[in-house]
């Protein structure tokens, strides 16, 4: 109803609007690939150097609330990373869907999933921000159990970041 099958099946956009250059879209996407570089650099490499101290979960705890500012940067580098995360999706799917529909939709979707699971797993990145009495929330813990939460909220910042990076090799596999 309202597009013919045949538009299905020479792998045409829906809505019939001409899509740009194929160049233009690499290197639309190339582009969106070193921000999520430098993106992750920040977020990843540099911000955790600063804050994070190895052993001592009192210490990491304090460097946090003392470095609110740098913590708040790491949280809107990772919001960069999403936000070309999904646009990457998109151009790399229009990129590859004249080799093929299948594995481009697949790709797409490994990388949407990783996106999903990556974005909701900031929730512990505001949960810490929070504990550090930085949130805007005041934190009724005494201070050995504030360190020890400010540990797990990381602990399961990390491990969820491993579960969406899981979803990531497949997508590397199909574009290999």
Same mark, same amino acid.
């Given at each position: 109803?309202?597009?013919?099958?045949?538009?299905?099946?020479?792998?045409?956009?829906?809505?019939? %609007?001409?899509?740009?250059?194929?160049?233009?879209?690499?290197?639309?996407a190339g582009l969106l690939y070193?921000?999520?570089?430098?993106?992750?650099?920040?977020?990843?490499?540099?911000?955790?150097?600063?804050?994070?101290?190895?052993?001592?979960?009192?210490?990491?705890?304090?460097?946090?609330?003392? #470095?609110?500012?740098?913590?708040?940067?790491?949280?809107?580098?990772?919001? %960069?990373?999403?936000?070309?995360?999904?646009?990457?999706?998109?151009?790399?799917?229009?990129?590859?869907?004249?080799?093929?529909?299948?594995?481009?939709?697949?790709?797409?979707?490994?990388?949407?999933?990783?996106?999903?699971?990556?974005?909701? #797993?900031?929730? #512990?990145?505001?949960?810490?921000?929070?504990?550090?009495?930085?949130?805007?929330?005041?934190?009724?813990?005494?201070?050995?159990?504030?360190?020890?939460?400010?540990?797990?909220?990381?602990?399961?910042?990390?491990?969820?970041?491993?579960?969406?990076? %899981?979803?990531?090799?497949?997508?590397?596999?199909?574009?290999?």
């Open positions: 109803m309202g597009m013919p099958s045949s538009a299905l099946s020479r792998n045409e956009p829906a809505t019939g %609007v001409a899509t740009g250059s194929p160049l233009a879209t690499a290197r639309l070193l921000l999520i570089a430098a993106a992750a650099a920040v977020a990843h490499a540099y911000v955790p150097a600063q804050l994070i101290v190895a052993g001592d979960v009192a210490a990491t705890a304090d460097r946090i609330a003392a #470095n609110a500012p740098l913590f708040r940067l790491d949280i809107v580098a990772e919001y %960069v990373i999403l936000l070309s995360e999904v646009a990457l999706c998109v151009l790399v799917y229009v990129l590859f869907r004249s080799v093929s529909v299948s594995l481009a939709l697949m790709m797409a979707s490994f990388r949407l999933v990783m996106t999903a699971i990556h974005g909701a #797993n900031m929730l #512990n990145q505001f949960v810490v921000l929070n504990l550090s009495g930085e949130g805007g929330t005041a934190v009724p813990f005494a201070p050995g159990q504030r360190e020890s939460l400010v540990a797990l909220f990381l602990d399961a910042y990390g491990a969820g970041f491993a579960i969406g990076i %899981v979803f990531l090799v497949p997508r590397v596999f199909l574009l290999g």
